[in-house]
């Protein structure tokens, strides 16, 4: 006898997941988009960046952000809980790492590269012929610490910035995958809220605007590691 075979059919494919937010990246910017009027967020954290008066460039291996100076900025206007500084001048007990790449135009003075407000905040500053690259961030101290690198940063050509927060309160500034500088902040470190935004390109106001290109932003929620900065620096950008 002919045997029956009975036809199922195929089961329904599962619901497509959007993968977990990072465990190391709050904002993760790589600026693959290539254009556009918002740079997406690839850490899971949905800080998608906003820009105005930003074009967009091809880097080489990837595209880049460029800033004209005068009026160009970016900000992650509804940042997301972790990255929210809470009461006004909070101050915290945190970890963390500011990561950017960056080509500053020549005749750029003071820039901002990535920061909250004005309080931490990891920036350039014009000395000689050349850029210092400085992180800031104010203290329960009271004080205003700074670390700053040599003035061995050249005008258009891309520079590998890192700034980290430890644990033991220690604040270390990196150039190229090397460390250039490291500071004891003495206690937790304040987070500036008079503007609640994460800040692209512009440096606590108007007047201290970035000038040239930037991309591969990063702010870790831990200090990165010598090895994972090393690794960042080594990759071209």
């Avoid at 809470?86 to 790492?97: C, F, I, W």
Wanted: charged share 15%.
């Amino acid at each position: 006898d002919e045997q029956v075979v009975e036809k199922r059919p195929a089961p329904a494919p599962a619901p497509s997941q959007e993968p977990p937010p990072s465990a190391d990246y709050l904002l993760d910017l790589a600026c693959r988009e290539g254009s556009g009027l918002s740079c997406s967020d690839a850490s899971g954290h949905t800080n998608d960046l906003k820009l105005h008066g930003v074009t967009w460039i091809n880097a080489g291996s990837r595209p880049a952000l460029r800033f004209d100076g005068s009026n160009s900025c970016a900000f992650v206007p509804l940042p997301s809980p972790e990255l929210q500084p809470g009461p006004s001048n909070a101050y915290k007990q945190v970890s963390l790492t500011l990561e950017a790449w960056v080509r500053p135009a020549a005749w750029m003075q003071t820039g901002g590269v990535l920061g909250y407000a004005n309080s931490p905040w990891l920036f350039l500053q014009r000395s000689g012929e050349k850029f210092q690259a400085i992180f800031a961030t104010g203290c329960q101290t009271g004080a205003y610490v700074s670390a700053v690198s040599k003035a061995d940063i050249a005008a258009g050509q891309w520079t590998h910035l890192t700034a980290t927060v430890s644990g033991d309160n220690m604040a270390r500034l990196y150039v190229s995958g090397k460390l250039a500088e490291e500071k004891n902040l003495g206690d937790r470190i304040r987070f500036a809220s008079w503007f609640p935004a994460i800040s692209v390109g512009i440096y606590a106001k108007v007047g201290n605007m970035f000038a040239g290109d930037l991309t591969g932003i990063r702010w870790w929620n831990r200090a990165a590691t010598e090895a994972e900065i090393a690794a960042s620096a080594a990759a071209a950008p």
